[in-house]
């Protein structure tokens, strides 16, 4: 492990005014967005969609890392320049999703621990020779009056950190998510107190397995109301109870945050991110890795045409300039127009 490799390239990933771009999703995952627009999903639709994003002018001005799907790390540009070659040049350094999904927890009901730890070792050493810097895992965390369970919550840290530890092996940087889910009709109190309980065992297991903080970034949730929930919270209540766990649960050594967006609309993520950094006096930068606040304007604006690729191209770049001023807290409501 080279600690100095690893600080680089977590402060590279979310530098001042640049976050991430998480487009990672599975071929499952990516059928369904691609089912929203009528397109069929191919290898081939999926890689020009993918390249569409990529090579939009001025997207490095914002991104400091693209999350890809073991797929995509094996394509290509048009012009024949392996993506991540392409990325990395740019200063969009690639990432890789290692994770093999959350799939049931035995024993306990509606709560899943993350796999994918068989063979990763091997795994991480091939994606670092492809030219990956950094790698993501996400635990999933399913939130009702009764659950997690305190279970639940040490199978996913005890799995996250022995990720982790392995990426770290191999000068990879960690992405750790643990997401606590936004479905359900929980309150944000409820929300702050699973999203406190699950960091404070998240960064237990990290520590007890040696990993060096200075080289991870953490992806959590947004404190923030369940979907279906009767009051929800304002954004600056939002805010400001995120602002209040993070620094409570979240220590200072850690490289970066990079919250998920997780079902929140675009322009909603994007205030939200905005106001926690206009609190500001944070110890970490606090920045975005998301998916879908990044993706559904383009994959909107593109809707599997050819003659729409550069109206997707521009609706890209939108949110992530506003992305990027939301994490200098610089975005206002009125740049949506
Ligand atoms: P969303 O921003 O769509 O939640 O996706 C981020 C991500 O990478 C989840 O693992």
């Keep these: 492990m080279n600690l100095e490799v690893l600080k680089a390239t977590a402060n590279a ?3 001042s005014g640049k976050g991430i771009l998480a487009a990672d999703e599975s071929t499952p995952t990516i059928k369904k967005r691609f089912d929203t627009i009528n397109t069929e999903s191919t290898e081939e639709s999926r890689r020009r969609y993918r390249e569409m994003l990529f090579i939009t002018e001025g997207a490095a001005d914002f991104i400091g890392g693209v999350i890809l799907f073991d797929e995509t790390i094996r394509q290509s540009r048009t012009d024949g320049t392996p993506f991540p070659a392409y990325l990395n040049n740019l200063g969009m350094l690639a990432g890789i999703k290692v994770d093999a999904g959350a799939k049931a927890l035995a024993g306990f009901e509606d709560e899943t621990v993350t796999e994918g730890l068989d063979g990763l070792r ?3 050493a091939e994606y670092a020779s492809l030219g990956a810097k950094f790698a993501k895992w996400r635990a999933v965390i399913n939130v009702s009056g009764t659950i997690p369970s305190a279970y639940c919550l040490k199978a996913n840290a005890h799995a996250l950190a022995r990720y982790a530890a392995l990426c770290q092996e191999h000068n990879i940087v960690p992405i750790v998510e643990p997401e606590v889910l936004m479905d359900g009709t929980h ?8 999203t406190s309980a699950a960091l404070d065992i998240v960064f237990q297991e990290l520590e007890e397995h040696g990993v060096a903080l200075e080289g991870i970034i953490l992806k959590p949730n947004m404190v923030i109301s369940g979907s279906d929930a009767q009051n929800r919270a304002t954004p600056s209540e939002v805010a400001e109870a995120t602002v209040r766990c993070l620094k409570k649960h979240v220590p200072e050594n850690v490289a970066g945050i990079a919250f998920l967006s997780g079902g929140q609309t675009s322009e909603e993520a994007t205030e939200h991110l905005d106001l926690m950094n206009k609190i ?3 110890p970490w930068e606090l920045s975005f ?3 879908r606040a990044l ?3 383009p994959l909107n604006a593109w809707q599997g045409k050819e003659e729409n690729f550069s109206a997707g191209q521009e609706a890209f770049l939108k949110r992530a300039k506003l992305n990027s001023l939301a994490h200098l807290g610089q975005y206002h409501t009125d740049m949506e127009v």
């Design 122 to 124: 091997d795994r991480l």
């Design 295 to 297: 993706q559904a304007a």
């Design 289 to 291: 890795s998301y998916g």
């Design 187 to 194: 309150s944000i109190e409820r929300c702050e107190e699973v």
């Design 13 to 15: 990933m979310v530098a």
């Design 280 to 282: 500001g006096n944070l």
